[in-house]
């Protein structure tokens, strides 16, 4: 079946890539766990420091902090995604299951496939690209997005088909809920107005 025909070629991708990494190799291992969520904490920086830059440096820039919502959003949306999909997809086990590799990282005992830090970061890239006319902070996300996915698989929690499939599954979904909250009236709607009152009654 080509379905058995491309776990084995995934499988294979994950052993040449895992074979690079020794275990004992503190330098090694302090690298894949430093990379192993840049991405994600990145976008949580650069969230925040939009919003503390709207409210406190452009003189209260409703429509950035809009912007700064709709990245929420994406990244958010893009995450039920994944949760909706571990729980809807046949289970994929962590190769770690089916093999003799030991996981560098702690993970939750859930599906291997889709990757949920492919579809964050895939998610985030997309939206940053689609959101902002100057593409600096999609750049800057994409390269250490793909040094973190990267580092996923060479921490032996995903195949590198979890994480492509991951990337362009967020990618996706990103663009249409981009597009979505993009319509005037629904920048007007409470999805918007709400946090940034209740932000307001705090002095954010």
């Not at 499988?11 to 895992?18: E, I, V």
């Not at 100057?134 to 996915?149: D, Y």
């Not at 007007?188 to 009152?197: C, D, G, N, V, W």
Request: with cysteine; net charge positive.
């Amino acid at each position: 079946m080509v379905l058995d025909t491309l776990q084995a070629l995934d499988a294979s991708a994950l052993n040449a890539l895992r074979s690079l990494v020794d275990p004992d190799s503190a330098w090694q291992v302090a690298a894949i766990r430093a990379f192993s969520d840049a991405e994600v904490l990145l976008t949580t920086f650069v969230l925040v420091a939009f919003w503390i830059d709207a409210r406190f440096f452009k003189g209260n820039d409703i429509e950035k902090k809009k912007d700064a919502l709709t990245l929420f959003y994406a990244v958010t949306f893009a995450f039920l995604l994944y949760w909706a999909l571990n729980f809807g997809l046949p289970v994929r086990p962590r190769p770690e299951s089916v093999s003799a590799i030991a996981p560098i990282l702690q993970h939750l005992p859930d599906n291997s496939f889709p990757s949920g830090h492919g579809i964050f970061a895939g998610a985030s890239v997309t939206a940053a690209f689609l959101l902002f006319r100057k593409k600096t902070l999609a750049v800057h996300l994409f390269s250490i997005g793909v040094p973190m996915l990267c580092a996923r698989i060479l921490a032996g929690v995903h195949y590198p088909g979890d994480v492509i499939v991951g990337f362009l599954l967020g990618s996706i979904f990103s663009a249409f809920v981009v597009r979505f909250l993009a319509r005037s009236e629904v920048r007007k709607s409470p999805l918007f107005s709400y946090p940034i009152r209740i932000a307001g009654l705090v002095g954010l």
